[in-house]
Structure formats: C-alpha cells, structure tokens
C-alpha cells in the first residue's frame, strides 16, 4: 500500500530525515518513535504534502504523491488525514462545524463564504462525533472542551475526509494519561474496525507495545529499527534514545532524557 524509498528532507546543511526506506503492505497501526529532533514529525509532514522532501520517492497504489502537483497534492492531502499535537481546531466554532472543516476542500467559494453545509453531511459528522462518544459536544466551542476531547473532535474532523491513510503527529503529547488512553484507544478501534492505516509519532516505549502492529525507531533522521513492539528490547531502546534512556521489560515502560519527552438535536438545528 505505502513504499518509501531512500526519501530526504535537508534543511540548510542538516538532514533532518536521511535516506530512509521502508514499506507497508497493508492497513496496520505504525508507531515512528524516536527522541525530539530524530525526523519523526518532518517524515509524517512529508507524507502528507505539508513540506516536500529534498529527494526519494513516496509511493501509494502504484503513484509517487511527492510528484503531485495543485489539485492532485490537495486530494491526496484529503486522503491522508493528518492529526496535530495541538489539535489545530478553530477555538471560536462550535465542534460540529470545526468536523465539517474536513471537507472544505470538496466545496465551492460561496459554500465556504456562507458556512453551507448539506443535510448528509451535517448528520455524518454528528454519526462520527456520536461514535467518538463527544455527540454531546457538537454545539459547543471547541475551546470550551478538555484537551481530550479537542482530540477526539480532531479525530473527527480526520475522519470526515474519509481518508486513506491517518497520520498523527504526537497525538498524546499534550494530554494527561486518563485523555491519552481515550485518544490511543480511539484510534487503534479505527485501525481495527475500518481497516483504515494508522501511523502515529509516539514518544514512550509502552504507548508503542501497547498499541502498534509494528514500531519504527528513528535516530538522527534514519531509522535504527523496524520491528514488532516485542522486538523493543533494552538494546534497541538505547540505538533509539541514546545510552541514558533506560527500559524496563516488566512493566513494558520507558525512561527517556527530557528532549525526548519533548446530538442529533443540534443536527436539527443546523439543518432549519
């Protein structure tokens, strides 16, 4: 489904992601770990279009998407929903609206201009808010929601542009372990129950065994590992993180330096 070949990003003189190749035949749920500044986010970045690599090739279903150009590039970006740290949610707008955002691509100017949204998609975005346990929430601001929930409304939103592939850039960065949980259950339930490919940049050992079919550890923009979670032994935590990351095999948990911690209802409503 998904082949990387020998791709590159540089920036100046520095290689932030350094000829890394690997591929992935079918829809499973892959954590990138690796410390801060190891190229996890800028490989996800280049997957999904948001920056271009230097060279190499990103192959999917027989197409290299770093050649895509205008309206090719925008589609593929809606194939390949990408989910931020910070959530990158309008604060100001209620949650169903900042959903229906996942589509903005698909409508005309004046459709935009005028907030215009159709019956369909109104009660689709409600359906998916409503599976992410958050239906509640639709009329809501979104600052107005935890940290976990905001997540999950940007789980939505992924989820609303019906994409190939999701991409989550340290999804569990920001939130507590309770929030945390919630969101990486929520996701490895899409991975399981739509079939739909997962690849998350992860920054702990367990959150990886815990939830991934298989783990890629970066360091200094390569990749160092490309295994299952049961291969993470102490051996390749410390070629991932660095010989002061510790790891213990028990209670499945790491220790790393601090720079790697680094309703229907309102449906109606909206529709008259």
């Known amino acids: 489904m998904?082949?990387?070949?020998?791709?590159?990003?540089?920036?100046?003189?520095?290689?932030?992601?350094?000829?890394?190749?690997?591929?992935?035949?079918?829809?499973?749920?892959?954590?990138?770990?690796?410390?801060?500044?190891?190229?996890?986010?800028?490989?996800?970045?280049?997957?999904?279009?948001?920056t271009d690599a230097t060279s190499g090739q990103i192959m999917v279903e027989g197409r290299d998407i770093l050649a895509l150009k205008g309206?090719?590039?925008?589609?593929?970006?809606?194939?390949s929903a990408m989910i931020f740290q910070q959530f990158n949610l309008v604060p100001r707008m209620d949650v169903a609206s900042n959903v229906l955002h996942?589509?903005?691509?698909?409508?005309?100017?004046?459709?935009t201009l005028f907030n215009l949204w159709s019956r369909d998609d109104i009660l689709r975005a409600i359906d998916i808010l409503d599976r992410l346990g958050i239906a509640d929430q639709a009329p809501k601001r979104a600052e107005a929601l935890?940290?976990?929930?905001?997540?999950?409304?940007?789980?939505?939103?992924?989820?609303?542009?019906?994409?190939?592939?999701?991409?989550?850039?340290?999804p569990i960065a920001s939130l507590d372990?309770?929030?945390?949980?919630?969101?990486?259950?929520?996701?490895?339930?899409?991975?399981?129950?739509?079939?739909?490919m997962v690849i998350a940049n992860l920054h702990t050992l367990d959150t990886a065994r815990r939830y991934c079919d298989r783990v890629i550890g970066m360091r200094d923009?390569?990749?160092?590992?490309d295994g299952t979670p049961d291969q993470l032994s102490t051996g390749v935590a410390r070629d991932i993180y660095g010989a002061d990351a510790t790891f213990n095999e028990s209670a499945t948990s790491t220790s790393l330096p601090t720079d790697a911690t680094a309703d229907n209802a309102y449906a109606e409503a909206m529709l008259g």
């Open 146 to 170: 935890s940290g976990g929930q905001q997540q999950r409304v940007a789980i939505a939103r992924a989820l609303m542009q019906d994409p190939k592939i999701i991409l989550a850039d340290e």
């Open 221 to 225: 923009g390569r990749i160092v590992f």
């Open 2 to 50: 998904l082949k990387v070949i020998e791709v590159s990003r540089h920036f100046g003189q520095k290689a932030a992601v350094d000829r890394i190749s690997f591929s992935i035949d079918r829809p499973c749920f892959v954590g990138v770990i690796g410390r801060s500044g190891a190229g996890k986010s800028t490989l996800l970045r280049m997957m999904n279009r948001l």
């Open 102 to 111: 996942g589509i903005l691509n698909r409508r005309s100017t004046v459709q």
């Open 177 to 196: 372990p309770m929030n945390a949980q919630i969101v990486m259950d929520t996701l490895k339930r899409i991975n399981v129950e739509d079939g739909r």
């Open 71 to 79: 309206a090719e590039a925008r589609a593929w970006q809606s194939q």
